[in-house]
C-alpha cells in the first residue's frame, strides 16, 4: 500500500504542478477553509485572478467539483491534504490573514462565524481580532447553550488578554 499511497501522492502533486502560482495561491487559502468552498469568501478574496477561468482550470485539473448539493468542493479530502501540506510556515500566517479577512467581509456582522474568525485570526498571529471574534463566539456559545466551547473561548481570552488588568478589549 505505500507504493500506492505514494503513486496517488505523485498524481496530485502533478496535478498542482499544472497550476498557475495565482490561481495555487487561492487554492491555498481555500483548503485552510475546508473541505467544501464557499463562493462568498472566494468572491471577498483579495486576489488578482480571474475567478471562472480559476474555477474552470481547477475543476479541469480534478482538484475540485460540483457536490450532489451543488457547491463548490474538493474533490477528495487527499486532494485538500495534499494542498495543505505544500504550504510552509513562511506563508501560513500570510494566508490565514487573507482567509481571515474575506471571511469577515463576507460574513464580519454574523455571530455563527465568529469562532470561525478568532481560528483564522489567531492562525494569522492577528491578536486584536482574535480577541474581538472570540469574545462574540464566547458570548454566543453561551447564549446558545454550548457551555464547552464557551469555556475554551473564555479560557482563550484569558490567555491572550493583557497583564495590565484591561479588560476592555
Not at 2 to 28: A, E, H, W
Not at 49 to 56: G, K, R, S, Y
Not at 62 to 75: A, L, M, P, Q
Request: hydrophobic share 45%.
Amino acid at each position: 500500500t505505500d507504493i500506492s499511497s505514494k503513486g496517488v501522492l505523485q498524481i496530485l502533486q502533478g496535478r498542482l504542478n499544472k497550476m498557475t502560482i495565482p490561481d495555487l495561491y487561492v487554492l491555498k487559502i481555500m483548503a485552510l477553509a475546508g473541505k467544501e468552498l464557499d463562493l462568498e469568501i472566494i468572491k471577498n478574496l483579495d486576489a488578482d485572478i480571474d475567478l471562472d477561468a480559476w474555477f474552470v482550470n481547477c475543476s479541469n485539473l480534478s482538484i475540485i467539483d460540483i457536490s450532489e448539493d451543488g457547491n463548490w468542493r474538493f474533490v477528495h479530502d487527499a486532494m485538500r491534504r495534499t494542498v495543505l501540506n505544500i504550504i510552509d510556515d513562511a506563508e501560513n500566517s500570510h494566508l490565514h490573514r487573507k482567509l481571515a479577512a474575506a471571511v469577515e467581509a463576507a460574513y464580519g456582522d454574523q455571530v455563527e462565524y465568529a469562532q470561525m474568525l478568532a481560528i483564522y485570526w489567531r492562525n494569522a498571529e492577528g491578536i486584536d481580532k482574535e480577541k474581538h471574534f472570540a469574545r462574540i463566539a464566547a458570548d454566543y456559545s453561551l447564549h446558545i447553550g454550548n457551555s464547552q466551547d464557551a469555556r475554551e473561548l473564555y479560557e482563550r481570552l484569558l490567555e491572550i488578554m493583557p497583564d495590565d488588568g484591561d479588560t476592555t478589549t
